[in-house]
């Protein structure tokens, strides 16, 4: 019940929203019923298509807006059934100035062939457009308070199912996250290797080449540092961890994050690639490449988040 309120105030904002989600209300009584279907997919903005009954057409702004409160991302569709129970709501109406129309020219007609006109006004009423049925406006502060009952209670379901949604793509998402974390620490762990790895086998091939010349320790120092540079991944690995990181602290933290984690996404995949060039060790490769994977399916996750 807590929790229902709290969603019914519309305080979701600390919580990850998929942009998926349902919601379907239904109010009945003697006199109407209203039927409201709130679905939405994946998209860049908000793109929101409202499904009314003629009759009801003008209440389309007001349902945009009072859903804008709901929902900040996506494409979403809604569908408004209604149906009216109500008999008072439809009267029959006279066309005078048709039914003198037919007239006129029956009379015009028994003149034409010297016939009689025996017209009368059970012959006339037959004709089309003579009686018509109208449909009363009902009363517009009423239907909107049924409809706009029957619309928050279907955009707090949709809210809902896109929070529980959006618990699941947290958990993943932070489960990746983590993987990811620990791929960064592995690249990191090995990177001095790959220094002292390079050192040995120049010290070793100068050796080789110079075997009765005495080696020169400093060339030998400045190539190294000139290789360190190189493939220094220092820099690129500070990044990543600040990048994942945040992107965890901005999960927890909650609210319409989407966009700004697809952009971290990206940066990560920059720092990654980066990461990846510079490599000379397979193992450090086959590492980079896996975590660059890991990256796109947290990008692909991130899509589907408000």
């Known amino acids: 019940?807590?929790?229902?309120?709290?969603?019914?105030?519309?305080?979701?904002?600390?919580?990850?929203?998929?942009?998926?989600?349902?919601?379907?209300?239904?109010?009945?009584?003697?006199?109407?019923?209203?039927?409201?279907?709130?679905?939405?997919?994946?998209?860049?903005?908000?793109?929101m298509n409202v499904k009314l009954p003629k009759k009801l057409n003008y209440f389309e702004n007001n349902i945009r807006n009072l859903l804008k409160t709901y929902i900040q991302r996506g494409k979403v569709d809604v569908f408004v059934f209604y149906e009216d129970y109500t008999k008072s709501n439809v009267c029959v109406k006279y066309n005078k100035d048709i039914a003198a129309e037919y007239i006129a020219y029956l009379d015009s007609m028994a003149k034409d062939f010297n016939i009689e006109n025996n017209v009368n006004t059970t012959l006339i009423g037959r004709f089309p457009e003579v009686f018509t049925l109208e449909?009363?406006?009902?009363?517009?502060?009423?239907?909107?308070?049924?409809?706009?009952?029957a619309v928050e209670e279907a955009a707090t379901k949709f809210v809902e199912s896109r929070i529980k949604e959006g618990d699941n793509l947290k958990a993943d998402l932070i489960a990746k996250l983590d993987n990811m974390l620990s791929m960064?620490?592995?690249i990191e762990a090995k990177?001095?290797?790959?220094?002292?790895?390079?050192?040995?086998?120049?010290?070793?091939?100068?050796?080789?080449?110079?075997?009765?010349t005495q080696i020169d320790e400093q060339r030998i120092a400045t190539e190294v540092v000139i290789y360190a540079d190189k493939v220094c991944v220092d820099e690129e690995i500070v990044r990543l961890k600040s990048h994942i990181e945040g992107t965890k602290q901005i999960l927890e933290e909650g609210g319409a994050v989407g966009r700004k984690l697809d952009f971290i996404a990206?940066?990560?995949?920059?720092?990654?690639?980066?990461?990846?060039?510079?490599?000379?060790?397979?193992?450090?490769?086959?590492?980079?490449?896996?975590?660059?994977?890991?990256?796109?399916?947290?990008?692909?996750?991130?899509q589907n988040i408000e």
């Open 184 to 186: 960064v620490s592995v």
């Open 135 to 149: 449909e009363q406006p009902g009363d517009e502060d009423e239907i909107w308070g049924y409809l706009k009952e």
């Open 1 to 47: 019940m807590i929790f229902y309120y709290i969603l019914r105030e519309k305080q979701v904002t600390n919580l990850i929203k998929s942009m998926t989600g349902f919601g379907r209300s239904e109010i009945v009584n003697d006199e109407r019923k209203i039927v409201v279907e709130i679905k939405a997919v994946n998209h860049r903005y908000c793109d």
């Open 266 to 302: 990206q940066e990560m995949n920059r720092e990654a690639n980066t990461t990846l060039s510079k490599s000379t060790s397979l193992e450090i490769s086959d590492i980079g490449i896996d975590l660059k994977t890991e990256i796109e399916k947290v990008r692909e996750q991130i």
């Open 191 to 212: 990177s001095p290797e790959i220094i002292a790895d390079y050192k040995q086998r120049l010290t070793e091939k100068v050796g080789e080449l110079a075997a009765n």
